[in-house]
């Protein structure tokens, strides 16, 4: 059961360009950051059983011998087909969907197995953080589904891309 989820976010990287006594500022590449995710970890299913099932199915496997620790590594390909495909769902209090991000490439990055405390009642929180190429949005804001991606043409190259959006912009 999940607790907490953080939505996607991005950082432009920036690079500097000094001009006589002036400095300009130019945008660089996009990162996407990782998510992190609290679940609560009950019996049934078990989180921990879970989080080890998608580590051995993106490739992992226990160095027990040395034909073992050899013959196996994690890929990206099998991790990211080992977690599947990601949604990250807002609803609002009638619980109608507002919002779904859908993360490309994600893969798990980190994993805390949480703490025993045997003087609460609470269940163990497992904290598993994410990682991905970039996040598609699907907006439900106006009662009109939009999706904010680039949909670009099958002959179009991205130099004709860039081309075009500086003619719509100016040049800039």
């Known amino acids: 059961m999940v607790k907490k989820v953080g939505k996607p976010s991005f950082t432009v990287s920036e690079s500097e360009h000094v001009y006589l006594n002036h400095k300009f500022w130019y945008p660089g590449r996009v990162e996407w950051n990782t998510i992190s995710l609290t679940l609560a970890d009950p019996v049934t299913p078990d989180a921990a059983e879970t989080m080890m099932s998608i580590l051995d199915a993106a490739g992992y496997k226990f160095p027990n011998s040395p034909a073992v620790a050899t013959e196996s590594t994690i890929s990206k390909a099998k991790a990211v087909a080992a977690l599947g495909q990601v949604t990250i769902q807002q609803i609002d209090s009638e619980g109608t969907e507002q ?21 609460s009642d609470d269940m163990v929180d497992v904290e598993i953080e994410l990682r991905y190429d970039w996040a598609v949005l699907n907006s439900n804001r106006t009662g009109d589904w939009k999706t904010y991606t680039r949909k670009v043409d099958p002959g179009q190259t991205t130099a004709n891309v860039l081309s075009a959006e500086e003619t719509a912009i100016g040049g800039l």
Not at 104 to 116: I, M, R, S, T, Y
């Open 99 to 119: 919002e779904r991000w859908t993360l490309k490439n994600a893969w798990v990055k980190d994993v805390k197995f949480g703490e025993l405390d045997y003087t």
